[in-house]
């Protein structure tokens, strides 16, 4: 039976192979996102370069785009990320893990707040070898999210 470990060591290889399909031949830096629901279910994404450049999509937002049409939002439990470049053999290469950007930190805290709890985060570098736990409230704390804007008009 596969313990814990393992089954992250599964959600990093879904975000290696999701970088795999990245476009990104502007930074040449290829990242890939796993997002895993509370029932198993995984939801997949990568970065999207474009041509002008402040166009471009991270492989977080990508993922929870997906994540939101296959289980929802709030049914989110722990998200992967990686990131480096292709190597001769098409696999994902590179020494340092990837943490999200500030930008993608928001948008998973959104999710953190729709779910009710915290969100694991789960940092691999290219290839996979350098892992980094932590969760969402420790990458992101004291942040503004829907909870922030009860004393919005209407
Ligand atoms: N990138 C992501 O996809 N996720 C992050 O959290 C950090 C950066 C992408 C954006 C851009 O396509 C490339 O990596 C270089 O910044």
């Known amino acids: ?8 060591a599964a959600l990093i290889e879904r975000a290696r192979k999701a970088a795999t399909r990245a476009y990104a031949p502007y930074s ?3 990242v890939g996102c796993a997002i895993e629901a509370e029932d198993g279910s995984i939801a997949t994404g990568s970065n ?8 471009g999509t991270c492989a977080e937002i990508s993922a929870l785009t997906s994540a939101q049409q296959a289980f929802g939002l709030s049914k989110i439990r722990r998200i992967a990320v990686a990131g480096g470049h292709l190597g001769d053999d098409g696999m994902l290469v590179g020494a340092q893990a990837v943490t999200p950007c ?3 930190r ?3 805290a959104e999710a953190s707040d729709l779910a009710d709890h915290d969100i694991q985060v789960i940092s691999a570098s290219g290839d996979g070898e350098t892992v980094s736990t932590t ?3 420790a990458l992101l704390p004291a942040s503004f999210g829907p909870k922030n ?3 919005a008009d209407g």
Do not use: H, P, V
């Not at 039976?1 to 992250?8: E, L």
């Not at 999207?48 to 166009?55: F, I, Q, S, T």
């Open 102 to 104: 500030g930008g993608c």
């Open 135 to 137: 969760t969402i409230a």
């Open 1 to 8: 039976m596969a313990d814990k470990d393992d089954s992250a």
């Open 48 to 55: 999207m370069e474009n041509a002008c450049y402040r166009l």
């Open 28 to 30: 040449g830096f290829s």
């Open 106 to 108: 928001q948008a998973i």
């Open 149 to 151: 804007l009860k004393d």
